[in-house]
């Protein structure tokens, strides 16, 4: 009974195409994350929604758009993909500032 | 913005030898958390330990936010535990559940 969920695990795609990753958590959490790890492992956030609304947005391009349909689900759409946007991709969950717990992660490669 | 140092970089150890890791912050946090990044690239919740100490089975972390450092302490290692170590903390006065993640500790264990 996975917590985080996030799908797809890996995707394939050609630049100039627009794809989306889903993420769901069925932990009952106020706020849903996005977070890029690039290839030297770094981890750093994009996106936040607390209560369906946006509260953090960090300086990323505006490709990039979180959706969130309701508290339970937080899709990340990407416009445009560049070869730069190859990177892994994970959703995470918090309630109440406390420990966030991660997907597994989306795999994603622009060619 | 707040600096989060991870030590050592990258550790090789012998099965059954201990360790430990040091998370260094720069200024005062709300949150601060313990992963541990499989080969898998799975990102697995260690601790949720703001202050304090505690334990779970092999492991045991401390952080002294007086001092604004946390540990890691790995005994018995096993080849399970080798991945990526990573903190990750949330700044005191900054965006709710926003984490800031050091670079993290590369960990070999050798059989």
């Known amino acids: 009974d996975t917590a985080v969920s996030q799908t797809p695990k890996y995707l394939v795609t050609q630049m100039g195409n627009d794809k989306s990753i889903k993420c769901e958590q069925n932990l009952g959490h106020d706020t849903m994350y996005w977070y890029k790890q690039d290839s030297k492992k770094f981890l750093k956030i994009m996106f936040s929604?607390?209560?369906?609304?946006?509260?953090i947005n960090e300086t990323v391009p505006n490709r990039f758009s979180p959706k969130s349909p309701d508290k339970a689900h937080l899709n990340l759409h990407i416009n445009s993909l560049e070869l730069g946007d190859s990177a892994v991709y994970f959703c995470a969950s918090s309630h109440l500032q406390r420990e966030a717990f991660f997907g597994q992660g989306t795999r994603l490669t622009v060619v | 913005g707040i600096q989060v140092e991870q030590s050592p970089p990258d550790l090789i150890l012998q099965e059954g030898a201990n360790s430990t890791l040091r998370c260094n912050f720069s200024d005062s946090v709300n949150n601060l958390q313990w992963f541990h990044q499989n080969p898998w690239g799975q990102l697995i919740n260690l601790f949720y330990i703001p202050s304090g100490t505690k334990q779970n089975g092999r492991l045991s972390a401390t952080t002294v936010a007086t001092e604004r450092y946390s540990l890691l302490y790995i005994s018995s290692s096993q080849t399970t535990d080798s991945g990526v170590y990573f903190c990750a903390v949330e700044p005191a006065g900054g965006s709710q559940g926003n984490l800031i993640f050091g670079k993290g500790t590369k960990l070999s264990v050798k059989p």
């Open positions: 929604y607390n209560n369906k609304e946006l509260i």
